[in-house]
């Protein structure tokens, strides 16, 4: 669940073009096109916890019906107290009162040693259809003889400033972790990247142990600094130099908070190029863009993964390189015996070994059978689901519309879809199951006025908490010792040097003032520190050492009188 969103890095645009004519002479155009249009709107202001402390207090509670009976529930990065009023039933909340919303919270939960459950079924009816959640995992064993294809890795770590702290520390972990995993018949390369990018070799080479050496000495020098621009390394990932044909499967891994304002700018990126290749998200902090690595990871046919503390490190990129290495599900479809359905998602991804299969379905009854089938291998597998015994459950109609809008909107980024087309799905399944999309919203009354009658309304931005783990200074450049600038103006020419585009600068310099002086930050102007110098002594004194030379230069050529 996130809880804090954190600055993001907003590429600039482009705003003029020049159109030459006769005799090199031109005019200049605006360019319409911005990569982040919607920049002032995405851009809030951040508390230095070295200032203020951390604020937007949460609470939360969970109440987890899994279906089974359960084994260890963790939730990872809060403390909290969890009650068992059955086998298959915990009840989750937050330890503290007061928790400040600085970091996402991450509650994972496995099944009692003795269950190990392969399907999971649940049905809800609203109005007049019938709802399935489906959620089925292959056999972990199952063509476990199958020797691994060679693999084409291409590893991209984010080494900008909002990766300061103690995420490029669990970034460079992860990534020395793969390339240790890494077997003598795969090819690899690693690129990282802020505001510019580099690659350790020119084109993907043998997981030899010299290049291998050579890669991880690489990784281990990166320091976090600059901007965010993950387009251009996307690219680069994604270009392929051996094509179809190959024999090689080719996976990307990338390794980032995802702190952008461009995503559709990527989202494109991944989809144009993806070709055969399959892009495998790490979201790395103690707030990554959920959102964007997720997204992300649909459109390039992988998987998202989450590391957000040190302690996970080792766990989690062993989860992910074992399913990197693990045979493919593919060729994967669900169909209902016994009336319509409208499944999502539209087309299932390809699975790794041990990794679940997440079905959401809207049926016209509910007496029939669903089948899922696909390849394992060589060898055709095939499980089938009796509706009417499926378990009752909560909210699957809410569940199945959002992944639809989802669907949407991936039609539309593929080239599937008109606009409009996607705008009137997206409208209709947001209003007939009242949920929040970038189309619709919520209106809350509140019913038990506060203000005092007369008094006139006002407006404030709230700032945000700086996630944890996060280094201010490599987000909004490092402030220098003794420097008398206002607040503000400090945190302006911080933001210059630091991660931020210019309207995130803005907000920053007013979070420095305090929340109520961000209705008054100006959107325009360069703000100058206004420091003071001893210019002016130093110009009297350099016009007081000319006047002596020239003294000097006088005495020692006096004039001489010819006599006549």
Do not use: C
Not at 536 to 551: D, H, P, Q, T
Request: glycine fraction near 8%; charge should be neutral; hydrophobic fraction near 45%.
């Amino acid at each position: 669940m996130p809880l804090v969103v954190a600055p993001r890095y907003n590429p600039a645009p482009i705003t003029q073009t020049v159109d030459l004519g006769r005799g090199g002479w031109g005019k200049t155009n605006e360019r319409a096109n911005d990569p982040v249009p919607d920049r002032d709107r995405i851009t809030a202001p951040v508390l230095d916890p070295r200032v203020e402390p951390p604020t937007n207090p949460v609470a939360i509670t969970v109440h987890l019906n899994a279906g089974f009976p359960l084994g260890d529930v963790k939730s990872h990065h809060h403390a909290v107290n969890i009650d068992a009023p059955s086998d298959d039933v915990r009840i989750i909340r937050l330890d503290n009162h007061v928790t400040p919303a600085d970091r996402d919270f991450e509650l994972t939960w496995t099944p009692a040693a003795t269950a190990a459950p392969l399907v999971g079924l649940f049905r809800e009816h609203v109005g007049n259809a019938d709802y399935v959640l489906a959620l089925v995992t292959p056999p972990l064993k199952a063509d476990a003889q199958k020797e691994a294809l060679p693999r084409e890795m291409v590893f991209v770590i984010d080494n900008s400033g909002s990766m300061g702290g103690t995420s490029i520390t669990q970034a460079k972990a992860s990534l020395l972790f793969a390339l240790d995993r890494l077997k003598p018949n795969d090819r690899f390369n690693v690129i990282r990247f802020d505001h510019t990018m580099d690659a350790v070799f020119g084109d993907t080479v043998a997981a030899d142990a010299g290049n291998i050496a050579r890669a991880k000495a690489f990784v281990s020098a990166l320091q976090a600094s600059g901007g965010t621009e993950m387009v251009p390394p996307m690219k680069a990932a994604l270009s392929d130099r051996r094509g179809p044909d190959s024999q090689y499967l080719r996976q990307v891994v990338f390794l980032t908070d995802g702190e952008i304002g461009n995503e559709q700018e990527l989202f494109d990126t991944i989809a144009a190029m993806r070709g055969r290749s399959r892009v495998f998200m790490v979201g790395i902090g103690s707030a990554p863009n959920s959102f964007l690595m997720t997204r992300a990871a649909e459109i390039g046919r992988g998987t998202f993964t989450h590391i957000g503390s040190v302690d996970q490190v080792q766990e989690r990129m062993r989860e992910l390189i074992e399913k990197l290495e693990s045979p493919i599900v593919t060729g994967l479809t669900a169909s209902y015996a016994g009336g319509a359905i409208d499944a999502t998602p539209d087309a299932l991804p390809d699975l790794y070994r041990g990794e679940p299969i997440v079905i959401a379905a809207k049926l016209g009854a509910a007496d029939g059978q669903l089948e899922i089938k696909g390849m394992i291998g060589a060898r055709p597998w095939t499980v089938t689901l009796p509706v009417a015994k499926a378990a009752e459950g909560t909210g699957l109609s809410k569940l199945w519309a959002r992944r639809k809008i989802t669907d949407a909107e991936m039609a539309h980024r593929l080239g599937q879809a008109s606009v409009e087309e996607t705008d009137k799905r997206i409208l209709a399944l947001a209003l007939e199951h009242h949920l929040v999309s970038r189309l619709t919203s919520l209106v809350a009354v509140d019913a038990t006025p506060s203000r005092p009658e007369g008094a006139r309304l006002t407006r404030a931005e709230l700032p945000l908490n700086l996630p944890a783990g996060w280094d201010f200074d490599k987000v909004f450049g490092t402030e220098r010792k003794g420097d008398d600038t206002p607040a503000p103006q400090r945190l302006e020419r911080r933001a210059d040097a630091g991660n931020l585009s210019a309207p995130a600068k803005r907000t920053a310099a007013a979070a420095a003032a305090g929340p109520l002086a961000v209705a008054a930050a100006q959107p325009a102007g360069v703000v100058l520190p206004k420091t003071a110098t001893d210019a002016e002594l130093k110009i009297m004194a350099g016009l007081l050492l000319l006047a002596l030379s020239f003294l000097l230069a006088l005495r020692r050529h006096p004039h001489r009188h010819t006599a006549h």
